[in-house]
């Protein structure tokens, strides 16, 4: 397998929100083993699809945010999100050669979400509940 073949885009993209403003991403290497000895880092792209406060945004209003990884960990922390957004994230692997792989299928997280039980709660004493995507 030559790196000027293509390399195939990583696959099983997790997307888990360790707090309302962060986001920890990982991913497997691309599935052929002989493009994985090739993979000498990743580059993790990510942006606001929408927030609760508006509208999907317009494909001409996307303007992705990148972070680099190097090496061949799987895994990145993406920080300084806004709590109340829809995020889509894409990764793709860097070759040998510098070049960059394909895009991987797109992987989304929903805004962090608030149980509706509020007034039940404070009824009851009871400390208001939030859940993350």
Known sequence: MRVEDGMSAPVNIQLH????????????????????????????????????????????????????????????ELADLKPDAHYTVRVRSRGVDGRLGNFSEPAELQPKQHVDDDDDDRAQGRPHTMLYA
Not at 32 to 53: D, F, I, K, N, P
């Open 17 to 76: 929100r360790v707090s309302p403003t962060a986001l920890h991403v990982s991913w497997d290497h691309p599935q052929s083993y002989q493009q994985q000895q090739l993979v000498t880092g990743y580059r993790v792209y990510y942006h606001v699809t929408a927030t609760r406060l508006r509208d999907p945004l317009d494909v001409g209003d996307t303007r992705w945010e990148v972070k680099d990884v190097r090496g061949l960990q799987r895994v990145a």
